[in-house]
């Protein structure tokens, strides 16, 4: 019977998802006990605290998603996951542009730069992934996916300040397997996958995983004629487990992803009025070059970029992991190599003319990790103590050019016809950037669990990090005629005036290293059986940061402000209790955390309207906090039906923030000489003057909801079809996320609206088979994915919207 019940759960957090592969190497005493338990209700078995245990034994907030149930709900990406776990978020303009948050927290939102950390890793098989690009390829033969919740630098081998993405795959096995999966959809949707899995010989097994997927793109460009942001995914994944002995493992493992699509276009949302004079403005500068957009409704999906788009993405690597049984504990080694390779072209103006008619930045990057842990459990003592290192390099040469219609749009018009308005001095106007990064990282960690007594643990940890950035950034401008444009001969021609208004040449060697300890300290106390109240405190931090985009124009010289070529390490203090019980002969689960999270120098990336940063530059906020309340409830009501529901109250505010760069409606104007308080009394007014920087103290943090919930339910019947006996099943699954703001400095403009997505599955299933219809996004809700402010202060804010209504069908046999 409660075999059954583990294909009613289409997702689940920490107390809502049944035992997985993924826990093939749990002690046999947990073991043991989950074998007890599933006579009552569903166990989950987690590595989250680098030994195996079931999740309500767990004293920290986690979130547990099986791979079927991944596949069950379309969610086949860390992007698409956040639509199960509600205090994930997830926003992405391009693989590379792509921000993984945990409670508002992680990494700056919007435009991403190599010179800062991760605060959400990405672990796949133990195997740290530092680039976020990771994010947006699909999940190869995943068992399960750990969400943990709050700071983990004393459990990981890399630091992480807001939680952590634990990916498993499915293992090789000494018994032979396999499994084949097809989905068709509308917007010529396709997907494959497929794996292998089974002895070599008595000591050695192999598995292989593929997958593939392509889709059609969501906008259509009319001046290409084609659609654009499509899906082209491809991927395979080999390991090769030798197992001379019960003691002693040896795992190599290889994969190899690329992505191709024609990506990633905006379309249209709005105008908003900034300080600039009105003949300045958007509007303005479109109708005096005869342009007018192909929709002003973002939902008609229409575009009219003019630049070439691309996303080429290639990810992959290495690893070899030992597990071997060495005294009273395991000693665990994990060594790997990865790449990345970025390939991107984009069209940064937002619109059809010829401003910005070339974008792009390709990068190429190599990691390098070795990480040592040894595990010891015992009666009374269990500790993990661990030594990480870490090296990485990324080169990126980049080019940004102006277009033919860059002088009209960004320069002030005149009638002298010998001004630069009139002669077109920004056409073929060209940055050339050429920069590296090497990053390197090694920590001491550890935690001890000490059990005082059957029912109290008191459990410390520590750790002792030393990173060191370097980078190298050199840009050099070129004039339409190919002449390079020095910005520092003066005085300057109007013309070379004009040019080194968008670019000037920089050249910086940003370069700096520290030393950090940081802790935690763990109460947990089983008030009953079924009943764990937890209390932690973690101090915690993010290592230093470097800008490697450029640096912003100082706005009383002009000239780049060398000042904020780095920024200070985030310093974070994190509170957090928590209650999970068990219930109704453990068919119900309810967990409940609260937290408070207070970050000294939170690292930001901030944008301030000019070409020369476009892509943004990082800064510190003097102080920032996350706070909120989560609740997750599963039920089991039998073996007919189950349900579940998640939610999460999350405030997340700059509490200090005094030197932010202004939001686009404080923006445009002429500068006040001091900083001034964000008064949005004067937004969108023409013609006035501009706060040098603004005090967004109080705002919210961007890209975080207040509210977040998700929910699901699934009825199945026995039926015999076709001489097969298996189960009819009806599933519904739903997010709900509320309003949030788009811009490092929330604007009126970048508001997005709270939306809420319902997805329905129905199929039949039974031993080693799957047949299932599906519909996301059913009710074919208009949302905005994201939004972003064009260069230049002209008040256009462009958009991606979220996927239409899609529907299909799955078809999945196993063997």
Not at 151 to 175: E, S
Not at 318 to 323: E, F, G, H, N, Q
Not at 380 to 399: A, E, S
Request: charged letters at 20%; glycine letters at 8%.
């Amino acid at each position: 019977m409660i075999a059954r019940f583990l294909l009613l759960a289409g997702v689940a957090s920490a107390s809502f998802i049944a035992s997985t592969a993924s826990a093939q190497d749990a002690a046999q005493p947990v073991a043991d006990s989950a074998e007890q338990a599933t006579a009552r209700g569903e166990v989950i078995i987690v590595t989250a605290r680098r030994r195996a245990e079931t999740a309500q034994e767990v004293p920290l907030a986690i979130s547990v998603i099986r791979g079927d149930s991944i596949e069950a709900t379309g969610n086949f990406n860390v992007v698409k996951l956040q639509q199960l776990a509600p205090t994930l978020q997830v926003y992405t303009t391009n693989p590379r542009n792509t921000s993984v948050n945990i409670r508002g927290l992680g990494v700056p939102f919007g435009l991403t730069s190599d010179g800062f950390e991760q605060g959400v890793g990405i672990y796949v098989d133990d195997v740290y992934n530092s680039r976020v690009a990771a994010a947006t390829f699909d999940f190869l033969d995943v068992a399960q996916v750990e969400v943990l919740r709050g700071p983990q630098g004393t459990l990981y081998g890399k630091n992480t300040t807001a939680g952590a993405i634990n990916i498993t795959t499915n293992q090789p096995t000494f018994d032979f397997e396999g499994r084949a999966e097809l989905t068709v959809g509308n917007l010529n949707y396709k997907q494959a996958k497929a794996a292998i899995s089974g002895p070599l010989s008595d000591t050695i097994a192999a598995r292989i995983a593929v997958a593939a997927t392509s889709r059609r793109g969501t906008i259509y460009n009319v001046t290409s004629d084609r659609w654009i942001n499509e899906q082209d995914n491809l991927g395979i994944r080999g390991q090769l487990l030798f197992k001379p002995t019960d003691n002693f493992s040896l795992t190599l493992s290889g994969d190899y992803s690329k992505q191709d699509p024609e990506c990633c276009g905006t379309v249209f949302v709005r105008v908003g009025r900034t300080q600039r004079v009105l003949t300045r403005q958007y509007d303005a500068l479109a109708a005096a070059q005869g342009y007018v957009v192909p929709s002003r409704n973002p939902y008609d999906r229409l575009t009219d970029l003019d630049s070439t788009l691309n996303a080429g993405n290639k990810i992959g690597g290495v690893s070899a992991r030992i597990k071997w049984d060495v005294g009273p504990g395991t000693l665990t080694s994990v060594t790997a190599w990865r790449f990345w390779d970025w390939k991107p072209e984009n069209d940064r103006d937002f619109t059809g003319l010829s401003v910005v008619s070339k974008s792009q930045n390709p990068s190429q990057q190599d990691q390098y990790s070795q990480e040592f842990r040894y595990n010891y459990e015992s009666q009374k003592i269990d500790f993990v103590v661990g030594l990480f290192g870490f090296k990485q390099r990324i080169d990126t040469q980049g080019t940004e050019q102006q277009g033919a219609n860059a002088t009209k749009w960004s320069l002030a018009p005149s009638t002298d016809p010998n001004n630069v308005y009139n002669r077109n001095v920004l056409n073929g106007l060209t940055a050339t950037n050429t920069q590296w990064l090497k990053s390197t990282s090694a920590a001491l960690f550890g935690q001890l669990s000490w059990k005082v007594t059957d029912t109290l643990t008191i459990q410390p940890g520590a750790r002792i990090n030393y990173d060191k950035k370097s980078g190298f950034y050199e840009r050099i401008v070129t004039d339409g005629a190919g002449v390079v444009v020095d910005c520092t001969a003066l005085p300057l021609s109007s013309v070379r005036s004009a040019q080194c208004g968008v670019y000037q040449g920089q050249r910086t060697n940003p370069s700096d290293s520290a030393w950090n300890f940081t802790y935690d300290f763990n109460v947990n106390y089983k008030v009953a059986p079924d009943i764990l109240a937890y209390a932690t405190y973690a101090k915690s931090f993010k290592t230093l940061g470097i800008n490697q985009n450029g640096l912003p124009l100082n706005s009383s010289t002009n000239l780049p402000d060398y000042s904020v070529g780095t920024v200070k390490p985030e310093s974070v203090n994190h509170f957090e209790i928590g209650l999970k019980t068990q219930f109704w002969d453990r068919r119900a689960t309810f967990n409940l955390t609260a937290f408070r999270t207070d970050i000294k120098n939170f690292q930001a990336t901030v944008n301030g309207g000019q070409f020369g940063t476009v892509r943004g530059y990082l800064a510190n906020a003097d102080k920032v906090r996350s706070q909120g309340i989560e609740a997750d409830f599963k039920v089991v009501v039998s073996d007919r039906f189950t349900a579940y529901a998640n939610g999460a109250y999350t405030d997340a505010k700059y509490k200090k923030f005094a030197n932010a760069p202004c939001p686009p409606e404080l923006s445009g104007g002429t500068s006040q000489p001091t900083n001034q308080p964000a008064d949005y009394s004067n937004a969108g007014v023409p013609n006035t003057l501009s706060p040098r920087a603004c005090d967004i103290s109080g705002e919210r943090l961007p890209g975080v909801s207040k509210w977040a919930f998700s929910y699901g339910a699934e009825y199945n019947i026995p039926v015999t079809l076709l001489d097969k006996d298996g189960q009819l099943y009806l599933g519904v699954d739903g997010n709900y996320r509320s309003h949030w703001n788009s811009n490092a400095s929330p604007s009126i403009y970048t508001e997005v609206k709270g939306y809420a997505l319902t997805n329905f599955r129905a199929g039949f299933r039974g031993e080693g088979f799957d047949i299932f219809g599906w519909v996301r996004n059913a009710f074919d809700v208009n949302y905005i994915e994201n939004l972003q402010v064009a260069p230049g202060n002209t008040g256009l804010i462009a958009g991606q919207p979220g996927d239409p209504q899609t529907w299909g069908g799955t078809i999945k046999f196993s063997f």
